[in-house]
T-cell receptor, first 115, second 117 residues
């Protein structure tokens, strides 16, 4: 059973546009929500992460929006660039309990930014 | 340079053979993880270890084995019992037990692509 559901599966955006990727979860014990970026043939790299004590976190062109009541979070990439073309994964983790340290990943979104 | 290394980058295996994938980290991280990645499946957890000499099964542990004899090393053996081992294997580590605001950040190695011939 997929603990974190991610959409869309693929996304095509024009250069300069906004890319938006959405994730949803059910487990209310989750309290750490990272986003990873992966280029073909490489390992994923941590892009940005949020904890539920804030509703938004911004780092450069990347913003996470978090809606605790809806159990949803999303990644916004402003002014998307061709170099942003990659696969993006959302994930969630419960920072306590028997599953301490386990990240649950969404299935990924393949982003293509056209020049 | 601090980081996670995985070797080899590419590995070819004949059916019926066991192979071992190497994962080493010099980040002094407590926890280490093995994931399998297949197209369209995201990352699925095979095994993880939060401390030396201890490890837990993830969601798809059947046909795999691990050991954690040293803090910096977490090798994965793909046994002949694994029916469909062709995949991209990723190792990761995190501070975890040491606490702090960055305790949950997982850092990934470059991966090993395993192909069964």
């Amino acid at each position: 059973q997929q603990q974190v559901k991610q959409s869309p599966q693929s996304l095509i955006v024009q250069k300069g546009g906004i890319s938006i990727i959405n994730c949803a979860y059910e487990n209310t014990a989750f309290d750490y929500f990272p986003w990873y970026q992966q280029f073909p043939g490489k390992g994923p790299a941590l892009l940005i992460a949020i904890r539920p004590d804030v509703s938004e976190k911004k780092e450069g062109r990347f913003t996470i929006s978090f809606n605790k009541s809806a159990k949803q979070f999303s990644l916004h990439i402003m002014d998307s660039q061709p170099g942003d073309s990659a696969t993006y994964f959302c994930a969630a983790l419960a920072d306590r309990g028997s599953t301490l340290g386990r990240l649950y990943f969404g299935r990924g979104t393949q982003l293509t930014v056209w020049p | 340079d601090g980081g996670i290394t995985q070797s080899p980058k590419y590995l070819f295996r004949k059916e019926g053979q066991n192979v071992t994938l190497s994962c080493e980290q010099n980040l002094n991280h407590d926890a280490m993880y093995w994931y399998r990645q297949d197209p369209g499946q995201g990352l699925r957890l095979i095994y993880y270890s939060q401390i030396v000499n201890d490890f837990q099964k993830g969601d798809i542990a059947e046909g795999y084995s691990v050991s954690r004899e040293k803090k910096e090393s977490f090798p994965l053996t793909v046994t002949s019992a694994q029916k469909n081992p062709t995949a991209f294997y990723l190792c990761a580590s995190s501070i975890e037990g040491s606490g702090g605001p960055r305790r949950n950040e997982q850092f990934f190695g470059p991966g090993t692509r395993l192909t069964v011939l």
